[in-house]
């Protein structure tokens, strides 16, 4: 079958990589894809955002399978566009339908929708610009810290955890009324600052079953211990060592039933991936986000780890077909590091030769932000590659990991070197616990 994967990015490059390993995948295409895409299948220039351009595609090459990676085209409804095309209606495509996506593209829904369905959060208020004045008299009646958050999508980085009355002021103040993240701060969710260690869990859903995907644990601050502005995410770890069969159970009742009850009771077509950006306060899981598709990196721990074939799974959600597959986990440890820009996730220079690539490695490279000129691999965007690795434990995927990204260079790049170490703490700190 052809299959067509929509996105440039690290979690595009690991679909590919993972559907092509499928005996029933014929001509894989992606669009736009990146450099390490190019390996794999066939990249074409498709615009993201010109779903005519896409669907004519679909058309030409006889697609039997269309793959959503990135959010804005869910957002924006190319799962609308498809169902109300008559010659495109009936194929495949994996991702929910614009309302689905505004689990995602709309902050205050999502809380909306998880207050009404009894699902646990923190508590929150929503206000725009016309509500300036109620929003700081909010604010001074909230303990510290307190997070504020763009409502609308903003690249992974529309969060601010403030520290002091007078930083919420101030970035509420800029949110609201000089756009400090574009249309997406029109409206501000203030929210409560819940304390814990946060944990990514997928599911995918064809709208009445679900299968649960391995857990993750993402590092989105750009520096070391967590500091610095947020990113994209600059490592991953799979599986979560407190996520056992307790926690999972409080999860899966708690969380991911209501979640997709309430989706059928609003009447919402979602087929598709949805990612619970979840935090565990004291061993009780609670919602912070939701994503409407795969996160990245996690997608780079989550589906080497899957040893099932995809293309069956992704054909069972878009078909309603999903209680008839099997999923298979591999039990190994697999962490990702993130190699991006010298400035990212400020500006940062394109187009630097990439060197080292070609070592002999077990590991898994995949591209984020990359291109190809002349035979050689140039960097492409703050993002650049993503590193996986495999071991019988975390402390082994760690170093393999490692190990390849000190053979991989270019000007400035930058990655940090404490992914991991909060959850091995936290393994060694109940081992000596245990042996007291």
Known sequence: MNILILGSGGREHTFAWKIKQSPKCGRLYIGP??????LIGENVPLD???FPEIGDFV?????????VGP???????????FKQRDDIRNVPLVGPDKKGAMLESSKDFAKQFMVKYGIPTADYATFDRSQLEQGLDYLKRQNLPIVLKADGLAAGKGVVICNSLEEADKIFKEMLLESKFGKA???????EFLSGVEISVFIVTDGNTYKILPSAKDYKRIGENDSGPNTGGMGAVSPVPFADDTFMKKVEEHIIMPTINGLKTEQIDYKGFIFLGLINVNGEPMVIEYNARMGDPETQVVFPRISSDLVDMLLGCAQGTLDQIELSIDSRSACTVVMVSGGYPGSYPKGLTIKGLDTPTENLIFHAGTSSQDGHILTNGGRVLAITAFGNNLTDALDLAYDTVDQIEWKDVYYR????QDLLAMVNKTVETSAE
């Open 48 to 50: 993201l955002m010109s």
């Open 33 to 38: 894809g990146n450099a390490g895409t190019g």
């Open 71 to 81: 959010e804005v085209p869910l957002a924006l409804g190319i799962k609308d566009y």
């Open 185 to 191: 701060s029109a409206k501000v969710v203030v929210e």
């Open 417 to 420: 070197k404490d992914i991991g």
């Open 59 to 67: 058309i030409s090459k006889n697609i039997d399978l269309v793959i």
